[in-house]
């Protein structure tokens, strides 16, 4: 495991992002907002009409550009229907410093009997396959459902972590990154990161 730390004002050290090596490839836990990084593809924490929101979804429509990503997912939805939680699509990252997106949903959490940790195992899965369908090299997630889907953090984390182990051992893509937005989100990721990986 790497770290690599910052200075604010000389007297503060963070570490804001953190490496393990997994089989030939890389998962990288950072914090940062992820539509300012650049990857071969971002993950989208999308609904299941495409339609935008807040959040992930509506920061990645702002910086990509409302009117193209909008249209994009619409063509999708009119070709395919709604997009059942778990699953994923692709459309172009246009104004955006990564090249792709890759949208999935993740689960509503309700009381964890609803097949909530099931859903958002597959939400990672089924982009990671679509990543490697696509050649992708690297992807960078945020934490599904972990904003106004309501997934307890923790839990998330394990499962999330634990599913892109998985897929770097089956060399699916070369490097994973999962940006966390807050300071406390990071940490967290980081506690668990060092329990699953
Ligand atoms: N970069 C990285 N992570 C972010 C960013 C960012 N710029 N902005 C927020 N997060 P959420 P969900 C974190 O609510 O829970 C939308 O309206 C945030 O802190 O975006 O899957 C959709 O349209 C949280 O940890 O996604 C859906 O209707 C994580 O991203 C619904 O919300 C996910 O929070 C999806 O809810």
Same mark, same amino acid.
Request: glycine share 6%.
């Given at each position: 495991m790497d770290g690599l730390a910052f200075a604010a004002c000389g007297l503060i050290f963070r570490t804001i992002m953190q490496t393990w090596n997994i089989?030939?490839?890389?998962?990288?836990?950072?914090?940062? +907002?992820?539509?300012?990084?650049?990857? +071969?593809?971002?993950? @989208?924490?999308? @609904?299941?009409?495409l339609a935008g929101g807040g959040g992930v979804d509506g920061a990645i429509h702002q910086t990509a550009g409302i009117v193209e990503l909008q249209t994009a997912c619409q063509n999708i939805i009119k070709k395919n229907g709604t997009l059942p939680t778990g699953m994923a699509v692709i459309t172009p990252g246009f104004g955006l410093p990564s090249h792709s997106i890759i949208h999935t949903v993740g689960p509503i959490w309700r009381d964890g009997k609803n097949d909530e940790p099931a859903k958002l195992g597959s939400a990672y899965a089924h982009s990671l396959k679509l990543a490697q369908a696509h050649a992708i090299g690297t992807i960078a997630f945020p934490a599904i459902s972990c904003g106004a889907y309501g997934y307890p953090v923790e839990d998330a984390a394990r499962i999330a972590l634990s599913t892109?182990?998985?897929?770097?051992?089956? @060399?699916?893509?070369?490097?994973?990154?999962?940006?966390?937005? =807050? =300071?406390?989100?990071? +940490?967290?990721?980081?506690?668990?990161?060092e329990e699953v990986l």
């Open positions: 089989s030939t490839g890389r998962l990288v836990i950072r914090q940062g +907002d992820i539509t300012t990084l650049a990857f +071969d593809a971002i993950v @989208n924490a999308a @609904n299941t009409r892109l182990k998985q897929g770097l051992e089956a @060399n699916m893509v070369r490097e994973i990154s999962m940006v966390l937005h =807050d =300071d406390a989100a990071y +940490d967290t990721w980081i506690a668990i990161a």
